[in-house]
């Protein structure tokens, strides 16, 4: 594993969201389990007090320390500080430097502390849960510039962020392209157009719990293969779930779920693909209108209106003609087709409530700007469609924002006393923060420019404290 700078800050923040790890073990193989993380402590002394951990078969009461290394119980001298004699679990991120597991970690009378090394038991990549994180700061976030802007000119901070929003719409853009050049290099395909769109929007479906779940479901599926085979839609529901795992020793019996597992027999002997496992996806901290399987229902829904009804044309007319775009694409996908046995379940044999629509306005609208925007830019690039792009610009630069949903954004707009009226603007914050104030790019950035010379902007931390 590549050790990334993390700071200790960023590890507790890690250490606080339970779902980032799992199966805790210490270094001599016993069972961690966290009855209460306790307090933070942001005085000197162990950085979380009165906690209670189950190490094992034993219950201990104490503090917990967190360390990026644990060469740095040593360089931080707490084997003879009494401030940390009521140590019950020191928490190291990394392994030491030289691959070393051991450690001889001793408190009061020579007591030694169970140890865990928690990059071992992480549910997914660093990287993954960096992203989570630095869109969800803690109340603490701070900009680097934050107390020192204020002088900006307000010309100069807009201006700015217009260059950053323009800087977010070519990054997404680019990132579909070459998912699109992964799968062919004819820009004229449309099954390839089509398939990108599947792809990212079922990706989108997925929230930050099974966002990678359902990108790689997605990219499971063939969707030229899939037309050649006419899929009623009992048909498509089989191969969604059935692909995804969810039929695999299903114990529930209906008649839906009887005619799905007829049909993924069939398919199955057809396609051949590999089937996912059941428990990679994720229904843990979530609402029953976020489970997993009515975001594939969804899906579903989706996949046949593609294959069969033409959506992605529908998609690119919208945007060329309509004066309310927004509008209409809400109303579009709203009113997605799907399987009347996800009206009242949200999950398998398990009835549930009525419902209006599996998917509502909020998601509607992160799907517009973080995928039906970039890739209709991007089709309006490849295929010279001047005024296609103009009119996606506009929309980009004009369509109102009502702030508040993003707290990246809110934060950001406070600290650097901007107000976001439009969706570029909430954007263009989103790009400052993901990729200049977070990275330590204050020497590229307009603002930090002004308020850091060069050579203090080249000592700030690469990650901020949170």
Not at 88 to 97: A, T
Not at 139 to 160: D, H, M, Q
Not at 172 to 180: A, F, G, M, T, Y
Request: aromatic share 12%.
């Amino acid at each position: 594993m590549i050790k990334l700078n993390l700071n200790e800050n960023f590890i507790c923040r890690i250490w606080e969201e339970k779902s980032y790890y799992r199966n805790l073990t210490t270094l001599e193989g016993e069972k961690v389990t966290i009855l209460n993380y306790g307090r933070r402590n942001y005085d000197s002394g162990p950085d979380y007090k009165d906690a209670r951990v189950k190490v094992g078969q034993v219950i201990y009461s104490g503090s917990i320390e967190i360390h990026r290394s644990m060469h740095d119980w040593y360089l931080h001298h707490h084997s003879g500080d009494n401030k940390y004699n009521e140590l019950i679990l020191h928490i190291v991120f990394y392994q030491n430097e030289n691959g070393s597991t051991t450690g001889n970690f001793l408190v009061k009378k020579a007591r030694k502390i169970p140890t865990v090394v928690l990059s071992e038991f992480l549910t997914s990549s660093i990287h993954e849960i960096w992203k989570d994180i630095i869109n969800n700061p803690s109340p603490a976030f701070k900009l680097p510039c934050y107390s020192r802007n204020s002088g900006v000119p307000e010309k100069i901070k807009s201006t700015n962020l217009e260059k950053l929003s323009k800087e977010r719409l070519v990054y997404k853009s680019e990132r579909i392209d070459l998912r699109r050049k992964e799968i062919s290099n004819e820009i004229v395909r449309k099954s390839c157009w089509e398939q990108v769109l599947y792809e990212f929007i079922t990706e989108a479906l997925g929230y930050s719990k099974n966002k990678q779940q359902f990108y790689k479901f997605a990219k499971r599926l063939s969707l030229s293969d899939i037309k050649n085979l006419n899929l009623n839609r009992i048909q498509i529901d089989a191969l969604v779930f059935g692909l995804s795992g969810f039929l695999q020793d299903l114990r529930f019996r209906d008649t839906y779920i009887e005619e799905l597992k007829t049909a993924w027999k069939y398919l199955r002997e057809i396609l051949r693909k590999e089937i996912m496992d059941k428990s990679e996806w994720t229904f843990f901290r979530l609402r029953p209108s976020n489970f997993p399987t009515i975001r594939l229902a969804y899906a579903s829904g989706l996949l046949f209106e593609i294959i069969n009804n033409e959506l992605f044309k529908k998609i690119i007319k919208i945007f060329e003609d309509c004066e309310n775009p927004k509008k209409e694409i809400e109303s579009l996908f709203r009113n997605i087709p799907f399987s009347d046995y996800w009206n009242n379940h949200y999950n398998f044999g398990i009835p549930s409530g009525l419902r209006d629509n599996i998917i509502g306005y909020e998601r509607i609208t992160a799907i517009i700007t973080n995928i039906l925007l970039p890739f209709v830019y991007l089709y309006s690039i490849k295929f010279n469609k001047t005024d296609l792009r103009n009119r996606m610009e506009y929309f980009y630069q004009n369509q109102k924002f009502k702030g508040g949903s993003n707290e990246v954004t809110r934060i950001m707009a406070e600290q650097l006393n901007l107000k976001t009226k439009s969706l570029s603007d909430e954007q263009g914050l989103i790009h400052l923060h993901n990729f200049y104030c977070v990275t330590g790019r204050c020497n590229e950035c307009e603002i930090g420019k002004i308020v850091f010379s060069d050579n203090e902007a080249d000592k700030l931390l690469k990650i901020i404290l949170y």
